[in-house]
């Protein structure tokens, strides 16, 4: 329909064209019959401006009917085509005329490569989890990194909700969204700055309901014997294959230790926990979720037992404190020098310095 109806001026054209000739070749001929009468050149002359404003006009209106039918039959028009977004990230909306239109892929131009990720319908339930995306109605896509990422989100035919994460890659994460109808694509083109990063403030810990101690045992190292006559053995208890003191970091938010990574950030840890307050000594570990070991201070702890004549055999069973505290670590942004926290739990396991001889028979 938009083709053959555009077609319709060099057509139209055409055949007007003939008309004007002829025209064109009367007034010519009447101009050398009545060469002499001076007022019939006139008329003629006065035919041809008004076939020469006749035609114009006509032709441009053909011209701009194309136009308006090319405009009518846009069915793709988001209101942005171009998203610049600071390292921080944020969200935006776009709208759109019309609701014909789907999510065909999205494409990383750092390898130019299709995005995969998981999508949901708009109550939350999942519909395909580490696919290739797209979305061809109403619904929600996610593809989150630990150092970047995004949310789509298209809750209504004609609108479009783009929620791009903090980008702690330290590289710029540019993407396409590539929108489809039936007859046309349009992209929608996302570039994203790297992060400036953070710098470290303060730590701050609190006990929730969920934190404090527990105590559990642990299987310390076994000695055996084979001695003619009664001997004493001294041995340090608190010591052996993975008898240390380990401790870590835990959160739930995706970039709880992406800022902190490269520069080895170190900070104060509890030393104890007496009726329910917090007590310090100044002791520091590095901010990280890995686990962090060190020998225990019990590890120099020495005991001395009897060893009967014979065979015997014992062990040592360690009794192990599980400590679990929450925290706030407060980070302020390069950049905007807006203030960041993260929560967290910070887990320690370390031995109490009582333990238990075990002797077999």
Same mark, same amino acid.
């Given at each position: 329909?938009?083709?053959?109806?555009?077609?319709? !001026?060099?057509?139209? $054209?055409?055949?007007?064209?003939?008309?004007?000739?002829?025209?064109?070749? &009367?007034?010519?001929?009447?101009? /050398?019959?009545?060469?002499?009468?001076?007022?019939?050149? =006139?008329?003629?002359?006065?035919?041809?401006?008004?076939? =020469?404003?006749?035609?114009?006009?006509?032709?441009?209106?053909?011209?701009? *009917?194309?136009?308006?039918?090319?405009?009518?039959?846009?069915?793709?028009?988001? *209101?942005?085509?171009?998203?610049?977004?600071?390292?921080?990230?944020?969200?935006?909306?776009?709208?759109?005329?019309?609701?014909?239109?789907?999510?065909?892929? +999205?494409? /990383?131009?750092?390898?130019?490569?299709?995005?995969?990720?998981?999508?949901?319908?708009?109550?939350?339930?999942?519909?395909?989890?580490?696919? $290739?995306?797209?979305?061809? *109605?109403?619904?929600?896509?996610?593809? +989150?990194? $630990?150092?970047?990422?995004?949310?789509?989100?298209?809750?209504?035919?004609?609108?479009?909700?783009?929620?791009?994460?903090?980008?702690?890659?330290?590289?710029?994460?540019?993407?396409?969204?590539?929108?489809?109808?039936?007859?046309?694509?349009? %992209?929608?083109?996302?570039?994203?700055?790297?992060?400036?990063?953070?710098?470290?403030?303060?730590?701050?810990?609190?006990?929730?309901?969920?934190?404090?101690?527990?105590?559990?045992?642990?299987?310390?190292?076994?000695?055996?014997?084979?001695?003619?006559?009664?001997?004493?053995?001294?041995?340090?208890?608190?010591?052996?294959?993975?008898?240390?003191?380990?401790?870590?970091?835990?959160?739930? %938010?995706?970039?709880?230790?992406?800022?902190?990574?490269?520069?080895?950030?170190? !900070?104060?840890?509890?030393?104890?926990?007496?009726?329910?307050?917090?007590?310090?000594?100044?002791?520091?570990?590095?901010?990280? =979720?890995?686990?962090?070991?060190? %020998?225990?201070?019990?590890?120099?702890? +020495?005991?001395?037992?009897?060893?009967?004549?014979?065979?015997?055999?014992?062990? &040592?069973?360690?009794?192990?404190?599980?400590?679990?505290?929450?925290?706030?670590?407060?980070?302020? =942004?390069?950049? $905007?020098?807006?203030?960041? &926290?993260?929560?967290?739990?910070? &887990?320690?396991?370390?031995?109490?310095?009582?333990?238990?001889?075990?002797?077999?028979?």
């Amino acid at each position: 329909m938009k083709a053959n109806h555009c077609a319709l !001026v060099p057509e139209f $054209t055409a055949l007007l064209f003939p008309v004007y000739s002829t025209v064109k070749r &009367v007034g010519i001929h009447c101009e /050398n019959k009545y060469k002499r009468s001076k007022i019939a050149i =006139n008329l003629n002359i006065q035919k041809m401006k008004y076939l =020469n404003i006749f035609l114009t006009i006509l032709i441009s209106f053909y011209l701009y *009917s194309c136009d308006d039918h090319d405009n009518e039959f846009n069915l793709i028009d988001p *209101s942005t085509s171009l998203i610049e977004m600071e390292g921080e990230g944020g969200e935006i909306e776009i709208s759109f005329t019309y609701p014909d239109w789907k999510i065909a892929r +999205i494409i /990383n131009q750092s390898g130019n490569v299709n995005i995969s990720g998981n999508s949901y319908s708009l109550d939350g339930s999942p519909i395909r989890e580490n696919y $290739t995306l797209k979305l061809d *109605s109403l619904g929600r896509m996610d593809a +989150i990194w $630990t150092d970047k990422g995004f949310s789509i989100i298209r809750n209504s035919y004609t609108s479009l909700k783009i929620i791009v994460k903090e980008n702690s890659t330290g590289e710029d994460f540019n993407f396409i969204i590539i929108l489809e109808s039936e007859n046309e694509s349009k %992209e929608i083109q996302v570039n994203q700055k790297k992060s400036h990063g953070y710098t470290f403030k303060k730590i701050e810990y609190k006990i929730d309901e969920s934190d404090g101690d527990s105590i559990f045992i642990k299987q310390g190292t076994s000695f055996s014997f084979n001695v003619p006559s009664s001997q004493e053995f001294s041995f340090a208890p608190i010591k052996g294959i993975d008898i240390v003191k380990t401790s870590y970091f835990e959160s739930a %938010e995706k970039d709880a230790f992406a800022w902190t990574e490269s520069d080895s950030v170190l !900070v104060e840890i509890p030393s104890g926990i007496w009726n329910g307050e917090l007590y310090f000594n100044g002791e520091k570990t590095l901010y990280t =979720n890995a686990s962090i070991k060190s %020998e225990s201070e019990y590890s120099k702890q +020495i005991e001395t037992v009897t060893i009967p004549p014979g065979k015997s055999r014992f062990s &040592v069973e360690i009794q192990y404190r599980k400590r679990r505290v929450s925290y706030s670590l407060y980070l302020e =942004n390069n950049r $905007t020098k807006q203030e960041k &926290v993260i929560n967290g739990k910070w &887990v320690e396991f370390a031995p109490t310095g009582n333990y238990t001889i075990r002797w077999e028979n």
